[in-house]
């Protein structure tokens, strides 16, 4: 008699009660801090402020089943409503919403070309440079919570910050976050305190967003106006995330499938103009409350914060309004301390100096733009050029003159455009013998260049009626010599 198989009685991970309950909690506490996040968002694209929380919705529900990066919360962003703002003021909200479903599209491309492939050149230094200056944003975006307000604003921000600081030694079955929400908001509505909150920052939605197609002339007029906004979202929200996921692979020692995310924020942001919303990209704020904070690490966490969200405005929106602010910018303070990398300023001085100038590149960029993506690339440009000049000095070139009177050059080191440039100030043209030998066994031709300066020096020897041997190149380096020698321009 055959025996059947056993059934498979494996549960997903986030099924398991202990899980379940970390990932619930900790998407109402990211789901209340987006509230406040996604109105100034959209105040700051110059939108209704139901644009910023719809799409904050939209975006977290698609990324959880799209993503990449596990656990990682996806949103309208500051970075994309800097992106689309002049679209929204010049053009109106119809054509920021088609500018977004094309930007989805760019992201889907993008990765279907391999852009996530490109992290790889993102050096640590560019890493930690956007880690700090992001934490330096989220504290400063919290000055306007501090100015002209009650005075009791500032003891009920200690007392959540205790609260969140404290908490954690007492017990770790909810996150502080949110218990520091719950007590300071009983506290104010308890004392009958009037201090600046969540309904103060812009009206909440009363109904579910609807799927909607823009209303916009499908011309080549149209396409002309929304494809460099729509070219500016997808590159600075895929800077965003795939930052953002590799910060998170740090933090939980995994790794997560970048490319996924890439196009995964393609679909996520075109849901969201779909259904009438700013557009976004991954929230590092946020992430690091689910992440670090909340010890997130399923899709549940990420799905929940949508679903919550939109829950939270539309059906207990009368309650979420009577959140104190103070509570929320506790929450966005201790964040902030706690993505800043401190490690980054205790070994500063035992750095090289070319790492903390790329460091500190990034850090003064991002803020002085208040856009990561600038800072990132600005980071990364000087990254390069630090690394040209340090490398460009690797190359040594050593002249032997034999018993017989002859003369062997020998180079060693990396020959590039930067190394290479001024190669052929480095032979005695008029001094040498008739057949002189240049031994690249210990070089590497790695470009164009390199083969233009050894025609140059090929042709300075020739003009002295005298020949050049080289010899000694390895497979790739006699490849690229054969294909580019002769065709440069010889003379220098």
Known sequence: MSVLPALR?????????????????????????????????????????????????VMAVVIAFTGGRPAMITAATGAIALVVAPLALEHGVQFLFAAVILGGVFQILLAAAGVARLMRFIPRSVMVGFVNALAILIFTAQFPQLVDVPWLVYPM???????????????????????????LTTLAVAAGWQLPDVGGEGELPDSLPFFLLPDVPFTAETLGVIAPYALGIAFVGLMESLMTAKLVDDITDTHSDKTRESWGQGVANMASGFFGGMGGCAMIGQTMINVKVSGARTRLSTFLAGVLLLVLVVVLGDVVSIIPMAALVAVMIFVSIATFDWHSLRTIHRMPKSETTVMLST????LFTHNLAIGVGVGVLVACVLFAQRIAHLVDVERVVGADGSVRYTVAGALFFASSNDLYTQFEYAADPQDVVIDLTNAQVWDASTVAALDAITHKYATRG??????????????????HTGQLGAAH
Do not use: N
């Open 9 to 57: 009685t494996t549960r997903p991970t986030w099924l398991k009660p202990s899980v379940a309950r970390t990932e619930v909690l900790a998407g109402l506490v990211v789901a209340l801090a987006l509230i406040p996040e996604a109105i100034s968002f959209s105040i700051l694209a110059g939108v209704d402020p139901r644009v910023g929380l719809f799409s904050s919705f």
């Open 157 to 183: 921000v200690a007392a959540g910050l205790a609260i969140i600081f404290l908490l954690p030694r007492l017990t770790t079955v909810v996150p502080p976050p949110l218990v520091a929400i719950i007590v």
């Open 363 to 366: 850090v003064a960029v991002t």
């Open 466 to 483: 005298k020949t050049v041997t080289i010899v000694g190149f390895d497979e790739h380096s006699f490849d690229r010599f054969q294909r």
